[in-house]
């Protein structure tokens, strides 16, 4: 019976792990430019208005992207230094778990100890099958783009689930997550030369 318990409180943590999963972060910029310039930047309307995503998503990452620009000493300008513009991707994701163990239904005229006593009863068994799950893994690119130039001077994109939750704190923390473990990528740090 410890094995049985033992078994599902190891399966509840790693589906709990896989729900709970981070931001993968990567991040490309333009190796010529000088980030230490640009002191001010603006929304680029344009193609914000493009992104695929609700108004009001739109505006809770315009307001985290605020948040983290201000933090690092940032000034929102109407004649900005970078010109900043967002867009998504999303797409479903299937999970297969192959799994050894499960619950499953007995039947038979034997006594089996774990459906208390003999005929048909529910119990733990082994063989069951396969869990599938879906989840949505969106993809948030937030472009830093030279605004004297009109050229894409760095790009981040954080990719992770999106959990499709009613409650609105969670959705607000979520994308606070996404647009925070992007902009640690920004500015780049130039590369220290090795001797």
């Not at 998504?88 to 499960?102: A, I, L, S």
Request: net charge positive.
């Amino acid at each position: 019976m410890k094995n049985v318990k033992l078994l599902t409180l190891v399966a509840l943590a790693a589906t709990f792990m896989v729900s709970c999963s981070s931001v993968r972060v990567v991040s490309d910029y333009d190796t010529q430019t000088n980030f230490g310039e640009y002191q001010t930047y603006a929304f680029y309307k344009t193609g914000i208005d493009k992104a695929q995503i609700s108004d009001l998503d739109k505006k809770r990452i315009l307001k985290a992207i605020e948040t983290e620009m201000t933090s690092r000493g940032f000034a929102k300008s109407q004649k900005p230094d970078v010109l900043i513009s967002i867009f998504t991707k999303e797409r479903e994701r299937v999970d297969v778990y192959n799994n050894n163990f499960g619950w499953g239904g007995a039947w038979g005229g034997f006594y089996n100890p774990w459906v208390w006593g003999p005929g048909w009863g529910w119990g733990w068994g082994g063989g069951f099958g396969n869990n599938v799950s879906t989840r949505t893994e969106g993809s948030l690119y937030i472009d830093v783009i030279d605004a004297n130039k009109k050229e894409l001077v760095w790009q981040g994109r954080g990719v992770g689930t999106l959990n499709n939750t009613k409650n609105i704190e969670k959705k607000e923390e979520r994308i606070r997550a996404f647009v925070s473990h992007i902009l640690k990528e920004y500015p780049p740090m130039p590369a220290v030369a090795s001797n």
